[in-house]
């Protein structure tokens, strides 16, 4: 009886599974079909050639094309200094900014006046004995030539040497007279004050840094990229630069939380390149760039940082695509007439923070993927959805 108590529940157990898999066979299966895959939408644009003007971005400090120390030519002890003799002061070419007490430069012009007196009547003296001397030899009735000492010539010359000296000494003296009034040697301003009333200078010792106000420069350094792409103003030995050669360039720096612009051209190019950052600098000129030219616009100021965007060359049929469009590797996705992707490897002729430009690797026409697509395979089918191209940078926007 034992043996049916284990054989019992095997019995059971094998039971159950020949109704399960009878049930298993009996039982309809399902369809089979295709699941259907939905096109990813995307936006497009298409592709059309046209002109695009370079713009080339640098940034530099602005500084004054002349900048000078202002040294006296003589000693003494400053007695005046002008309104305009102060840091940040403008002033004229021209105008007086410190009087050097002038006392003994006056007495020197006097004394210098006496001596020139004093040899013009020594002259005078010698040219009326040298006179008398000759009509003497012809009274005495001789006939030969007399001698230049008879005549008194090298006495004459030696008066005459006396009135030089003595007019080159009174020359001296007013020139000194005239250097304890120390003036503009051009219109510009006070960079740094360094003496002031009282303080006794000597010839060596520096008053003041000015600068002039003509014009303000500002040294720009250009990749060896961004040169390819420009027109510089070289200098040769033959030949000079126009005017009109020169590239435009627009300078711009905040003051507080707003942005103003001058207008400034590029005038020369360095003629090293930087060791240091291999760049090549080319310098930017404003034109009185401390006029009131405009309405509450404040004029640059020396030292002051500026961004410039400098004119560049102009590329002809080109292809202009928003930089996210571009891929990884310089890839972008076309559309074709299948609405499925198709990978394109680019070659950009020039890019810049918002734009690269093609000059092929496309057609016109074509519609560019402009929507990021994670996992973007060649055929991927895609819904397009053709979008204004109008949201291209404009080269007004750039420059």
Same mark, same amino acid.
């Given at each position: 009886?034992?043996?049916?108590?284990?054989?019992?529940?095997?019995?059971?157990?094998?039971?159950?599974?020949?109704?399960?898999?009878?049930?298993?066979?009996?039982?309809?299966?399902?369809?089979?079909?295709?699941?259907?895959?939905?096109?990813?939408?995307?936006?497009?644009?298409?592709?059309?050639?046209?002109?695009?003007?370079?713009?080339?971005?640098?940034?530099?400090?602005?500084?004054?094309?002349?900048?000078?120390?202002?040294?006296?030519?003589?000693?003494?002890?400053?007695?005046?200094?002008?309104?305009?003799?102060?840091?940040?002061?403008?002033?004229?070419?021209?105008?007086?900014?410190?009087?050097?007490?002038?006392?003994?430069?006056?007495?020197?012009?006097?004394?210098?006046?006496?001596?020139?007196?004093?040899?013009?009547?020594?002259?005078?003296?010698?040219?009326?004995?040298?006179?008398?001397?000759?009509?003497?030899?012809?009274?005495?009735?001789? =006939? =030969?030539?007399?001698?230049?000492?008879?005549?008194?010539?090298?006495?004459?010359?030696?008066?005459?040497?006396?009135?030089?000296?003595?007019?080159?000494?009174?020359?001296?003296?007013?020139?000194?007279?005239?250097?304890?009034?120390?003036?503009?040697?051009?219109?510009?301003?006070?960079?740094?004050?360094?003496?002031?009333?009282?303080?006794?200078?000597?010839?060596?010792?520096?008053?003041?840094?000015?600068?002039?106000?003509?014009?303000?420069?500002?040294?720009?350094?250009?990749?060896?990229?961004?040169?390819?792409?420009?027109?510089?103003?070289?200098?040769?030995?033959?030949?000079?630069?126009?005017?009109?050669?020169?590239?435009?360039?627009?300078?711009?720096?905040?003051?507080?939380?707003?942005?103003?612009?001058?207008?400034?051209?590029?005038?020369?190019?360095?003629?090293?390149?930087?060791?240091?950052?291999?760049?090549?600098?080319?310098?930017?000129?404003?034109?009185?760039?401390?006029?009131?030219?405009?309405?509450?616009?404040?004029?640059?100021?020396?030292?002051?940082?500026?961004?410039?965007?400098?004119?560049?060359?102009?590329?002809?049929?080109?292809?202009?695509?928003?930089?996210?469009?571009?891929?990884?590797?310089?890839?972008?996705?076309?559309?074709?007439?299948?609405?499925?992707?198709?990978?394109?490897?680019?070659?950009?002729?020039?890019?810049?923070?918002?734009?690269?430009?093609?000059?092929?690797?496309?057609?016109?026409?074509?519609?560019?993927?402009? =929507?990021?697509?994670?996992?973007?395979?060649?055929?991927?089918?895609?819904?397009?959805?053709?979008?204004?191209?109008?949201?291209?940078?404009?080269?007004?926007?750039?420059?």
């Amino acid at each position: 009886m034992k043996w049916i108590k284990f054989i019992f529940p095997v019995l059971i157990l094998l039971a159950a599974i020949g109704i399960s898999f009878l049930i298993m066979q009996s039982s309809e299966k399902p369809a089979q079909g295709k699941r259907k895959i939905q096109p990813t939408a995307v936006e497009v644009i298409p592709l059309k050639k046209q002109d695009f003007q370079v713009v080339l971005q640098t940034q530099g400090t602005v500084k004054p094309r002349t900048e000078s120390s202002l040294i006296p030519e003589v000693s003494g002890k400053i007695i005046y200094t002008s309104d305009h003799f102060q840091e940040g002061a403008f002033f004229e070419k021209g105008d007086e900014l410190l009087r050097i007490d002038a006392s003994n430069y006056d007495i020197a012009v006097t004394v210098a006046k006496s001596q020139l007196a004093e040899a013009q009547l020594a002259l005078a003296e010698e040219q009326a004995l040298a006179k008398q001397a000759l009509r003497n030899w012809q009274r005495l009735g001789k =006939t =030969t030539q007399p001698t230049a000492l008879v005549l008194h010539k090298p006495q004459l010359a030696r008066a005459k040497a006396k009135v030089a000296s003595a007019k080159a000494l009174l020359k001296q003296a007013q020139l000194d007279l005239q250097r304890t009034r120390i003036k503009a040697p051009y219109a510009g301003r006070v960079m740094e004050k360094m003496a002031d009333v009282g303080q006794y200078v000597s010839p060596g010792t520096e008053l003041a840094k000015i600068f002039a106000v003509d014009f303000a420069e500002i040294r720009l350094p250009l990749s060896n990229q961004q040169l390819g792409f420009i027109d510089l103003p070289e200098s040769y030995r033959e030949k000079k630069q126009t005017p009109t050669d020169l590239p435009e360039v627009i300078l711009s720096s905040n003051f507080g939380n707003r942005q103003y612009q001058w207008p400034g051209r590029i005038v020369r190019t360095e003629g090293t390149f930087d060791t240091k950052s291999r760049r090549l600098f080319v310098v930017a000129q404003v034109d009185n760039p401390y006029g009131l030219k405009e309405t509450n616009k404040p004029p640059l100021k020396i030292g002051q940082y500026v961004e410039a965007k400098i004119k560049g060359k102009i590329l002809e049929n080109v292809f202009i695509i928003p930089r996210a469009a571009v891929r990884e590797n310089s890839q972008i996705l076309l559309v074709d007439k299948n609405n499925q992707l198709l990978p394109r490897q680019i070659k950009p002729v020039w890019q810049d923070n918002q734009v690269i430009i093609i000059a092929d690797g496309a057609e016109e026409g074509d519609l560019l993927c402009i =929507t990021p697509v994670a996992s973007a395979a060649k055929g991927m089918p895609v819904s397009a959805i053709i979008k204004n191209h109008q949201h291209l940078p404009s080269n007004q926007e750039q420059h």
